[in-house]
């Protein structure tokens, strides 16, 4: 993991009183869905080579704070942990949260907010690919597809067309498989 609890924490919407350990079990899978495919393999185990060796890079040092790496790491990890921190699975099934203090979400509200994490983590993930571009030079094992739009000019920066995987409304691939919206086959 190239995040720690202190950095999520630090980097999250998470309320800094929280204990994380529950929260960091989706650090895995957040950064197989959302970093890996930006940052490729390779540039991503460097990333984790250097922070187990304790010997950052100056340029990848830069790109975990101030290009944003962990910022969107820390999103992208409450988005993907969101639905199991409002619920809980046990042997008695799944369980919401309760307490004499406070109440839990509704299924509503809690869609509200997954959509509103969900925008700010696809906006993250614009900057961060914006800024990677922007400097592509001090990272050669970034993917050339990285910074390629979609319509095979191979210029993000100055192609007018809105067709590469990093905007908005082409986002990660993998948040398909997480769409709570209708296909249009099943509205009628």
């Known amino acids: 993991m190239i995040i720690n609890q202190k950095y999520l924490k630090e980097y999250s919407p998470l309320s800094l ?10 650090v895995p899978v957040s950064e197989s869905i959302w970093v890996k495919p930006i940052l490729g393999q390779d540039l991503y185990d460097e990333i984790q080579e250097q922070i187990d060796e304790n010997d950052l890079s100056p340029e990848n040092a830069t790109l975990l ?10 999103y992208a ?19 919401r949260g309760h307490s004499d203090n406070s109440d839990s979400l509704e299924l509503k509200d809690l869609a509200y907010v997954e959509n509103h994490l969900r925008r700010q983590t ?24 990285t910074c390629q739009c979609g319509c095979g000019c191979g210029n993000l920066s100055s192609c007018g067309c809105d067709s590469h995987y ?23």
């Open 122 to 145: 696809e906006f993250l993930k614009d900057s961060l690919i914006q800024w990677l571009c922007e400097r592509k030079d001090h990272y050669p094992l970034l993917p050339d597809k």
């Open 65 to 74: 704070t101030d290009g944003g790496l962990w910022q969107y790491l820390a």
């Open 166 to 188: 990093g905007k908005l409304n082409n986002p990660n691939p993998m948040k398909l498989l997480y769409s709570t919206l209708k296909k249009n086959t099943d509205i009628k």
């Open 17 to 26: 009183n929280m204990n994380l350990d529950e929260v960091m079990n989706y």
């Open 77 to 95: 990890t409450c988005l993907e942990g969101l639905a199991f921190l409002w619920c809980h699975i046990s042997e008695i099934g799944l369980t």
